[in-house]
């Protein structure tokens, strides 16, 4: 066997019949076993040995993290009783969960309009709009902080509509700035989709937007989750615009806890038991949220690419 | 390229047709003269070229729903273009905390703030570390985001528990990855431990020129599964016919990736790339976490010089022409980017 | 999965829009009218989180709210800040906005880039009586207030004096009966108690932390008699502020009286440390390290006392220089000049720097009052007695828009040493072009105060 193989996929396929599913395993296999053993245990290590600190961490005293212990003395579940009163994590958690899963959904829609409009018509400005859209993001966030927040509060003295502190200014902001890769996202997957059924659709008369929320966004699953699973940990994980724009009722779970993580000048010992606690129940969620969409996620791909 | 093959062969014949086909990517349509294999390519892998670049017969012109474009493109107006014109103007002000409180008022001083910036500032150091510290990371992530998105294509019993895993360190928020690690990195802490206990003594982590490499090591560490995710996705397009295919003929498993899966990882691969040293050039938690401030000479990065200077120092002028300066180095090579990797000549793709 | 129909995005739409105006609701509405009486208002306070305890301060502000209200028939809302970063980013948010909360509890060393700004209320003589006037505060407290006795923004309402905490034990069995006055003496007495064998260090510094160490360099050259700025001139590269650099580096480098881990140590970590019982002493530390000492291993065997107020390389206080037994450290209370609340501002500052009011915050939180009458009263209690004597000897850093910055050119030094440090030698060549790039930049900020 050498590397001059010359594969005529296309030729070959019309031969085969549909394989059976364990078969089609066997058919899609890209390693050999012993591969995929050795790259996801050595993966796994670099991901969990951080985690299984932080796990540790979380039901280990305070006093014994800061001294460097990796075995707590005493197991003691108390840290994840106290982080709900302490860190002031449930409202904060939900806070995250409505702007983030608001931008998550708002992102997604809007994102495939756009993305349809970019895929699928020829017009003036076109391609500068979609490099633009990457381009975008290379503006550093440190810079906009300031004026976004001068205009925001602007917005209150001028036009009388509150935005600092409230949920809404979060939620644009995020939402703002997670279109551009939501709608790369959507740009990518939507160029994969045949476009015969959207003819045919045009030949009896729908419209654009009928065919972009009849024909379209059936299809389109798996890149409206990818793009929303971005968004929202976009609006999940951001601190930096987060403890600016909030006031305690509507502060998020990040900012939650770096309120708490951080120590204040010449204080005791953090609590870093809280603190890793608190860190793992602000992961469950996206956790939790990730294991549900998987099969959506990856099956729908599957689905999309094949049918 | 001394191989042939089918579905690369294909890919550089196209891309070698549209170069021919003059410099205006959107003008015209570019004649694919190899239709058949790859012809049903979907989905993300189709992000920056497309073998079949045929422009299909479009819908009239009046009938185009330009106005979906209106929402975002006022959002991106206000939050991010407006912001950015009101940075830029007030990079030309004298604007400090004396001045602040009527900002609007601040004297106006021309461009005196970026010869400050350019002259007395570290600002190309700073530049320098973030585009290599970015770069590097990217780099040494892709692979293991490849590797991984290969290992767990196949089902296997608790395939969903491992991908969950992978994806830990991407959803945990970046301030609890930098205290994680500076935690571990400490003087004494556990990674210290392990070294001395080794015999061997790598000297601090946290300051002096190690920063530099225990910022990549974090780094890497937190954004490999963003690469991926995306290689993830984009694996899941290649058609099963194509699995088929060079199953049947026997392909060792390193030359079909080679050959075969890897040209389909490229579009989502590049993106993954761009995204991925865009949101590292502009980090600034886990530096500003794992090191504190001032932050040592060797991770004395960008977005954490610009935030020094306007919310330690109050230079908001200053800061702002920084990162207006910075904003133009990081965007010239993007654009360049852009151009070469032919992001936006991809015309409607799909099968015809 | 096919539920891509309209009404079911419709709906999910709709979800998104009410979840995001649920109880989102604006945040102050410190509006309207401006009479003593303040049924119907809010005042906006902003505080820092004591971060020792969470939940008395919980249980402090509604207690402390209802007895607003109670007075003035006004809502009392606290926001809260965590960090010196997120203060100041919440001091120039407000700024730049003119809106956000009415009164904020201020860092000390702060109160100056405040006044800098102009958008704080200069206290005039009728105000300071309606918080029951200049006497009623303990004199070294306000040092910080303002400029000059005439422009006063910042009402004391808690100290934080710095102290340093040592093992009683340890110097027992060693044979020293009182803690050192001098550096000089301190480094003796660090060097008996000093068994790197046992892993028994004489003093726990912080030298990776990242406010401690310009504190060092401050109090040294001010016993030394160099306040660091003089009117419009930086002295950083006045010979005493090389000597507090050598001093401090040197308890590490020469002296060798510290754990060497401790070049990446935070206050945190080096009280963690001496709260192990491993160091004599631990310095720069204040009040809120009483909750963790309680509860360590050392809890019965540790005390307070002064810093050594003696220059290093001099043996006893030369007549008339600075003692500087601390910085002066605590909160101020400004009040923002664009609340509608003024009065309102007033009287709340008048109910929380009342005695009482000041003891019960004491005995809560454990920082000192400002209260001079409260601060009198608490001489006796256990570790107190350093506590309150730093309280009175502070002295203010000086008052110029420029410090923050001057104390993070001084803390640069430090931490672009540190590889050096670890290494285990500060070479002289280094510190005299680190210490002359801060005496630049610290002349050039004072060079743009307005």
């Known amino acids: 066997m050498t590397s001059t193989l010359a594969t005529r996929p296309g030729a070959s396929a019309v031969a085969v019949d549909r394989p059976g599913s364990r078969q089609q395993s066997q058919v899609t296999r890209l390693l050999p076993n012993w591969l995929i053993v050795v790259v996801i245990g050595v993966l796994a290590l670099f991901v969990l040995a951080p985690v299984v600190y932080i796990v540790l961490a979380s039901l280990n005293s305070d006093i014994s993290v800061a001294r460097g212990d990796f075995w707590p003395a005493v197991f003691t579940p108390d840290n994840y009783a106290n982080i709900w009163t302490n860190v002031g994590l449930a409202n904060g958690l939900m806070n995250s969960i409505i702007v983030a899963g608001a931008t998550a959904i708002v992102s997604a829609a809007l994102s495939i309009g756009t993305a349809y409009v970019l895929v699928r018509y020829q017009f003036f400005g076109r391609l500068t709009i979609m490099r633009a859209l990457l381009a975008l993001q290379s503006v550093p966030g440190t810079l906009l902080v300031l004026p976004v927040f001068v205009l925001f509060s602007s917005s209150a003295t001028y036009l009388g509509l509150q935005v600092i502190g409230t949920r809404w200014g979060l939620f644009i902001t995020y939402l703002t700035f997670a279109l551009p890769f939501s709608t790369w996202v959507m740009v990518t997957y939507l160029r994969g989709l045949p476009k015969e059924l959207e003819e045919a659709a045009r030949i009896d008369g729908a419209t654009s937007f009928g065919i972009l929320t009849k024909i379209i966004l059936p299809l389109s699953w798996p890149g409206i989750i990818v793009s929303g699973i971005f968004a929202f940990l976009l609006g999940w994980n951001d601190v930096l615009f987060a403890s600016v724009m909030t006031n305690p009722t509507s502060q998020t779970a990040a900012v939650a806890l770096q309120i708490f993580a951080t120590s204040t000048e010449g204080g005791a010992i953090p609590y870093y038991g809280q603190m890793m606690a608190s860190a793992l129940v602000c992961a469950a969620p996206v956790v939790f949220l990730y294991l549900f969409f998987q099969k959506y996620l990856v099956g729908g791909l599957t689905a999309g690419g094949v049918k | 390229?001394?191989?042939?093959?089918?579905?690369?062969?294909?890919?550089?014949?196209?891309?070698?047709?549209?170069?021919?086909?003059?410099?205006?990517?959107?003008?015209?349509?570019?004649?694919?003269?190899?239709?058949?294999?790859?012809?049903?390519?979907?989905?993300?892998?189709?992000?920056?070229?497309?073998?079949?670049?045929?422009?299909?017969?479009?819908?009239?012109?009046?009938?185009?729903?330009?106005?979906?474009?209106?929402?975002?493109?006022?959002?991106?107006?206000?939050?991010?273009?407006?912001?950015?014109?009101?940075?830029?103007?007030?990079?030309?002000?004298?604007?400090?905390?004396?001045?602040?409180?009527?900002?609007?008022?601040?004297?106006?001083?021309?461009?005196?703030?970026?010869?400050?910036?350019?002259?007395?500032?570290?600002?190309?150091?700073?530049?320098?570390?973030?585009?290599?510290?970015?770069?590097?990371?990217?780099?040494?992530?892709?692979?293991?985001?490849?590797?991984?998105?290969?290992?767990?294509?196949?089902?296997?019993?608790?395939?969903?528990?491992?991908?969950?895993?992978?994806?830990?360190?991407?959803?945990?928020?970046?301030?609890?990855?930098?205290?994680?690690?500076?935690?571990?990195?400490?003087?004494?802490?556990?990674?210290?431990?392990?070294?001395?206990?080794?015999?061997?003594?790598?000297?601090?982590?946290?300051?002096?020129?190690?920063?530099?490499?225990?910022?990549?090591?974090?780094?890497?560490?937190?954004?490999?599964?963003?690469?991926?995710?995306?290689?993830?996705?984009?694996?899941?397009?290649?058609?099963?016919?194509?699995?088929?295919?060079?199953?049947?003929?026997?392909?060792?498993?390193?030359?079909?990736?080679?050959?075969?899966?890897?040209?389909?990882?490229?579009?989502?691969?590049?993106?993954?790339?761009?995204?991925?040293?865009?949101?590292?050039?502009?980090?600034?938690?886990?530096?500003?976490?794992?090191?504190?401030?001032?932050?040592?000479h060797d991770v004395e990065l960008l977005p954490v010089l610009t935030y020094v200077t306007s919310f330690q120092s109050f230079r908001f002028g200053l800061s702002a022409a920084m990162a207006v300066v910075s904003l133009i180095l990081i965007a010239i090579p993007l654009f360049i980017y852009l151009r070469v990797v032919k992001l936006d000549e991809a015309e409607q793709g799909g099968r015809k | 999965m096919r539920f891509g129909t309209k009404a079911r995005l419709a709906a999910i739409a709709t979800a998104a829009v009410f979840a995001l105006s649920a109880c989102g609701s604006g945040s102050s509405s410190s509006s309207s009218g401006g009479a003593v009486n303040g049924a119907g208002k809010t005042l906006d306070v902003l505080v820092g989180v004591n971060t020792a305890y969470p939940e008395q301060q919980k249980q402090w502000m509604s207690d402390t709210a209802a007895k607003f209200k109670q007075q003035t028939g006004a809502t009392l809302k606290f926001e809260t800040f965590t960090s010196a970063n997120e203060e100041l980013t919440r001091i120039q948010t407000s700024v730049v906005s003119g809106q956000g909360p009415d009164v904020y509890a201020l860092g000390t060393t702060f109160t100056p880039t405040a006044y800098s700004t102009g958008a704080f209320k200069v206290l005039t003589d009728s105000d300071w009586n309606k918080i029951g006037g200049k006497d009623r505060f303990n004199q070294a407290a306000l040092g910080i207030s303002g400029p000059d006795s005439s422009h006063l923004i910042g009402v004391p309402f808690a100290s934080r004096p710095f102290v340093m905490a040592y093992n009683k034990t340890m110097l027992k069995a060693a044979g020293i009966d009182k803690p050192a006055t001098t550096w000089d003496g301190l480094v003796d007495q660090a060097k008996k108690m000093t068994d790197p064998a046992k892993g028994q260090y004489g003093m726990a510094i912080a030298y990776k932390d990242n406010f401690d160490p310009w504190k060092y360099i401050w109090g040294m050259s001010v016993q030394a008699g160099n306040p660091l700025v003089d009117g419009k001139t930086a002295k950083l590269d006045d010979p005493t502020v090389k000597t507090a650099y050598s001093t401090y580096f040197g308890w590490l480098t020469k002296d060798k009286v510290v754990n060497p881990a401790s070049v990446g140590w935070s206050n945190s970590q080096a009280l963690a440390d001496f709260a192990s019982g491993k160091d004599a002493y631990f310095l720069m530390t204040s009040s809120g390290s009483i909750p963790t000492l309680d509860k360590s291993p050392i809890k019965d065997q540790w005390d307070y006392a002064l810093m050594p107020t003696v220059a290093p390389g001099q043996t006893s206080d030369k007549a008339g220089s600075n003692q500087a037994a601390s910085i002066l450290s605590g909160d101020n209370l400004v009040v923002a000049s664009y609340s509608k609340n003024q009065d309102l501002a007033l009287a709340y500052i008048n109910l929380v720097t009342s005695k009482d009011e000041q003891l019960n915050y004491q005995k809560i939180f454990g920082d000192l009052p400002a209260n001079a009458d409260a601060l009198a009263s608490l001489d006796s209690a256990p570790h107190m007695a350093a506590l309150t004597q730093a309280a009175k000897e502070s002295k203010a850093t000086p008052f110029t828009g420029a410090w923050s910055d001057i104390q993070l050119d001084l803390l640069n030094v430090v931490v672009q040493s540190i590889p050096d440090l670890s290494s285990g030698n500060v070479s002289d060549s280094a510190l005299n072009s680190r210490i002359s790039d801060a005496q630049n930049k610290a002349q050039q900020s004072l060079n743009r105060v307005k």
């Open chain 2, 1 to 296: 390229m001394t191989t042939s093959n089918s579905a690369s062969g294909t890919r550089h014949a196209a891309r070698a047709a549209r170069r021919a086909s003059g410099p205006a990517p959107a003008v015209g349509p570019t004649n694919d003269p190899d239709e058949s294999p790859t012809r049903s390519v979907p989905a993300i892998s189709e992000g920056f070229e497309t073998p079949a670049g045929k422009r299909g017969r479009g819908p009239s012109e009046r009938n185009r729903p330009l106005w979906m474009l209106i929402p975002g493109g006022v959002l991106m107006i206000i939050v991010i273009i407006v912001p950015l014109l009101l940075g830029i103007y007030m990079s030309l002000l004298d604007l400090d905390q004396y001045t602040l409180r009527q900002w609007i008022e601040a004297p106006f001083i021309g461009i005196a703030n970026y010869i400050e910036a350019v002259t007395q500032t570290n600002l190309f150091h700073g530049v320098w570390l973030s585009v290599s510290y970015s770069f590097i990371a990217t780099v040494i992530a892709m692979p293991i985001g490849i590797a991984a998105a290969v290992a767990t294509q196949n089902a296997f019993k608790g395939r969903a528990v491992v991908r969950s895993v992978f994806l830990i360190p991407y959803i945990l928020p970046s301030f609890v990855v930098a205290t994680v690690w500076r935690t571990m990195f400490q003087p004494g802490g556990i990674i210290d431990k392990s070294f001395h206990s080794l015999g061997a003594d790598p000297g601090l982590f946290l300051n002096g020129p190690n920063t530099y490499w225990t910022l990549i090591f974090v780094q890497i560490w937190a954004s490999w599964p963003f690469i991926y995710l995306l290689a993830l996705a984009g694996l899941q397009a290649v058609d099963h016919e194509v699995h088929e295919a060079s199953a049947l003929d026997g392909a060792l498993w390193w030359t079909k990736l080679r050959y075969v899966i890897f040209p389909y990882l490229k579009g989502p691969i590049s993106l993954a790339f761009i995204i991925g040293m865009l949101n590292h050039i502009n980090n600034f938690t886990l530096p500003f976490v794992l090191f504190g401030i001032p932050a040592p």
